[in-house]
């Protein structure tokens, strides 16, 4: 890939916004993968900034797999002709994002990019997801649950036995204590500072998702997101607390379905007798337009 190929600075290229249970994100048409070359972090943070970029949880690149040397490294393009390119909103890679995947097929079906009324499979670095779409109702087979024993995070002097979840991309899930509250008057503070983790456990950092049981089956949850902070929805992190509860409840092996409440709104998550971990929820593209950024 050329400089010549990518935007000059200064030049103008295209974008969308989108986002899922408020869990936002610039969308980068960028098909044949002559665009943004190797996508420049700097360009990524620039365009999260939420005062003087457009602001977002991170970037979604769209791309054909076959036209993205990275891309086929994890997706064979016989598998899945678009690849979901993530990064977080400090220009860091991530392997998967579940509530970015369901906006990138949002925008698959609204651009006429993929056929009406068939599964979605759109390549990730955490493999393929199928995406089946229903109206509003956008649902993912994530895959199978990686469950990897205890562990432990901390906030501040505060410490928590978590349990270890890989999604795809790591997950730290930690319970509150029945009285402990989720909210900004709580043991997470206010805005969930940088949590504290082992780092030989998680070389490449972590998500650590905060749980609050509310009832039978329901669940909310804060995330600390790595590479971007607290964010307003986690997809994948929804699918973590949904299997670490479900594990602390004995209903691994079962069928078990989750309401999980998160502050940009509600996600319901099931972990299928057959070991796999099925995500629904919303996903809406709110705006286009150009920048220079």
């Not at 043991?187 to 009832?215: K, M, W």
């Not at 691994?252 to 940009?264: E, M, Q």
């Amino acid at each position: 890939m050329s400089e010549q190929e990518r935007p000059a600075e200064g030049s103008a290229y295209p974008f969308l916004k989108g986002h899922g249970t408020q869990n936002d994100f610039v969308l980068l048409p960028d098909h044949d993968g002559t665009l943004h070359g190797d996508l420049d972090p700097a360009r990524v943070a620039r365009l999260c900034d939420r005062r003087a970029g457009i602001g977002g949880d991170g970037v979604l690149r769209v791309v054909r797999t076959a036209a993205y040397a990275a891309a086929r490294e994890h997706v064979d393009p016989a598998e899945a002709e678009w690849f979901m390119d993530y990064r977080n909103s400090d220009g860091s890679l991530s392997e998967m994002c579940g509530n970015g995947v369901r906006v990138f097929a949002r925008h698959l079906l609204e651009e006429g990019l993929v056929e009406p009324g068939r599964p979605i499979p759109v390549g990730t670095r955490a493999g393929v997801k199928v995406i089946e779409v229903d109206g509003d109702r956008i649902t993912v087979d994530m895959g199978r649950p990686r469950l990897l024993g205890a562990t432990e995070v901390a906030v501040g002097s505060t410490r928590w036995a978590a349990t270890h979840v890989d999604m795809g991309n790591p997950h730290a899930v930690a319970f509150l204590a029945e009285g402990q509250p989720l909210d900004a008057h709580g043991p997470v503070g206010p805005l969930l500072e940088e949590p504290a983790y082992d780092v030989q456990v998680y070389p490449h950092g972590v998500n650590v998702e905060f749980v609050e049981r509310r009832g039978a089956g329901h669940v909310a949850m804060r995330v600390h997101e790595r590479g971007s902070g607290e964010t307003r929805s986690c997809g994948t992190g929804a699918c973590a607390v949904a299997v670490a509860t479900a594990l602390a409840d004995g209903r691994s092996g079962v069928d078990a379905t989750y309401r999980v409440d998160l502050p940009g709104g509600t996600l319901e998550i099931s972990w299928t007798a057959d070991d796999r971990v099925l995500m629904s929820g919303p996903a809406v593209v709110v705006a286009s337009g150009s920048t220079a950024l």
